[in-house]
């Protein structure tokens, strides 16, 4: 196994490097310009998320333009993603059911793309829909004209659709004929790049179920990334394609601050995967985890472009024109600053779909008094997450009785911050900068469970991605990082209401219903029963807020790292 860091200096792809490989056969430099995550980020993100580094960064106006500025230096040029293009959205985009996004992608020319757990929020029929075009089956066309689908391809090596149970309506609208098990979308696709054969192979992360809501993972199974990249691997090689590159919605953990550095150390059981993948595999750009790197791992360049279209890979792969194989590949990772012109045809997407979007989104919720941010502690909790757990609680009690003890929220359901200005007094909130911090309509859902679920619940946020549950005023406990799986806990120092948690009684506790539905590999909370609905996320913060203006930046150590 072995992993190397790029240097940015040496990285570099035009259309004129390697024409003549050093025996004198010729070879065709083909480029690849790769996203992931975007997620429908049509408009600059706020905050942090809109920034690489110190600098300004996002927004499909300027990532058109950078993407067709790269483009312009070399003609054998392939743009593609590693998945979440859409789902997890702002609402200028999320209104539309991505319609707008994906009509932006169409125009910055985006061809293959794995399939991202994001693409499935709405399940399958509804990605067949945005694949294919239509209007929504509820809602139609929000723009008022018809919606003509993806002009790139998504591929899904590892995701089995089984029609067999699925909705006769769906089923019907979506054309599907047939009642045999099948592949969601083609496992890879070939393309021809001035005489020579590329490979894409399309995968998601193997931990798919458990980040996808249940209704979204409806019909569908996943199988292993290795197993199925593999297979696909073979399946090009026996098609005498040499060329193979992986996009997989699956990614490492990197911390630091270079985008075109590599340090994974912390991210082993990525680097085994890619170690695993097939020697015939050249490149594996990836996704997922939101950061960007640049690596070869086995050989292989591996690369990420951080999200919301920040930041843009650009590689060189040099194939040999008489056999096809790659004789060479480098990659640099570029910002799509925000220095240059706005791509035209972008800026009359984002203007077709605003006049919704400004109706809905424009409504004051209520106002901060400083920014409410994602960061978190030491032990994991963020002032952001505290307040929507607080949020949830409340809610809950109102609804439901103060019999209810507990709330809680995913962290990876917060997906932007709020950001006030400094020393200007507290800061309106807008329902569309709200519904940006909390974009998935994730229902809020009481249940009952046993104080020894919600210990084993508690364990279950640690592993190699641990996910630290923002927990609601009145639930408080500690854990020890460094001590074994399934003793991070330290049971004594759970606190429910001030009260030892009693592991044989039942508790009344609030969460998503994507926890309920075992998300984020909290399988303890399948056992929860008498499910009572209080209400959607992002209406429940909403009605919070205005509540409790202005809300401050303030973690209140609810939960302690004791190592």
Excluded at 441 to 467: C, D, M, Y
Excluded at 501 to 520: H, I
Aim: proline fraction near 5%.
């Amino acid at each position: 196994m072995r992993v190397v860091a790029l240097c940015a200096a040496a990285i570099v792809a035009t259309a004129a490097a390697g024409r003549v490989a050093q025996n004198g056969e010729p070879i065709v430099s083909v480029h690849l310009l790769a996203i992931n995550d975007f997620h429908g980020a049509l408009e600059p993100a706020a905050g942090g998320t809109g920034r690489v580094g110190s600098v300004d960064a996002g927004g499909v106006e300027y990532l058109a333009t950078h993407l067709a500025r790269l483009k312009a230096a070399n003609p054998h040029t392939v743009i593609v993603s590693a998945g979440d293009n859409i789902g997890g959205s702002p609402l200028l985009s999320s209104l539309s059911h991505d319609e707008g996004a994906v009509e932006a992608l169409n125009l910055a020319e985006l061809q293959y793309s794995a399939v991202g757990n994001h693409e499935l929020d709405e399940g399958w029929s509804e990605l067949y829909r945005m694949q294919r075009g239509g209007c929504h089956p509820v809602d139609g066309c929000q723009d008022g004209t018809p919606f003509s689908g993806a002009a790139f391809s998504y591929l899904a090596a590892n995701i089995i659709f089984d029609p067999r149970g699925a909705n006769p309506e769906d089923l019907t609208r979506a054309g599907v004929r047939g009642s045999e098990p099948r592949p969601l979308f083609p496992p890879y696709a070939i393309h021809n790049v001035a005489g020579v054969r590329v490979g894409f192979i399309g995968a998601i992360l193997d931990e798919a179920p458990t980040v996808i809501i249940a209704a979204g993972r409806r019909d569908l199974s996943f199988n292993p990334v290795v197993e199925s990249v593999n297979r696909a691997a073979r399946a090009l090689r026996d098609e005498g394609v040499r060329a193979i590159v992986v996009l997989v919605h699956e990614g490492a953990n990197y911390t630091g601050s270079d985008i075109n550095a590599c340090d994974l150390r912390t991210s082993p059981s990525f680097v085994d995967l890619v170690t695993r993948l097939s020697d015939d595999v050249d490149v594996v750009l990836s996704g997922h985890s939101h950061v960007a790197y640049n690596c070869t791992i086995d050989g292989k360049l591996v690369t990420s472009a951080a999200s919301f279209g920040v930041v843009i890979t650009d590689v060189d792969l040099r194939i040999r024109r008489s056999d096809g194989e790659v004789v060479g590949k480098n990659a640099r990772n570029v910002v799509v600053t925000r220095d240059v012109p706005k791509t035209v045809a972008e800026s009359a997407v984002i203007a077709n779909y605003r006049p919704v979007a400004d109706t809905v989104g424009s409504r004051l919720v209520g106002a901060i008094e400083g920014s409410l941010t994602r960061a978190a502690s030491e032990s994991g909790e963020s002032a952001l997450g505290e307040l929507i757990a607080d949020a949830m609680l409340d809610a809950a009690r109102r609804a439901a009785g103060a019999g209810v003890d507990l709330a809680f929220w995913n962290p990876g359901g917060i997906r932007a911050d709020l950001v006030a200005p400094g020393g200007t007094g507290p800061t309106p909130v807008t329902y569309a900068q709200l519904f940006s911090v909390l974009p998935f309509g994730n229902e809020l859902i009481v249940k009952s469970l046993k104080g020894e679920a919600i210990l084993e619940a508690l364990e279950q946020q640690f592993g190699e991605r641990p996910r630290i549950m923002q927990f609601a005023d009145g639930f408080t406990y500690a854990y020890d990082a460094a001590r074994p799986a399934g003793q991070r806990i330290d049971r004594g120092s759970v606190r429910v209401g001030g009260a030892p948690l009693d592991p044989g009684r039942t508790y009344r506790v609030a969460t998503s219903n994507f926890l309920w539905g075992t998300g984020d590999g909290l399988k303890a909370l399948a056992g929860g029963t008498d499910p009572v609905l209080i209400g959607i996320d992002v209406d429940i913060t909403a009605e919070y807020l205005s509540r409790h203006s202005p809300a401050r930046p303030v973690v209140h150590d609810r939960i302690r790292r004791t190592r």
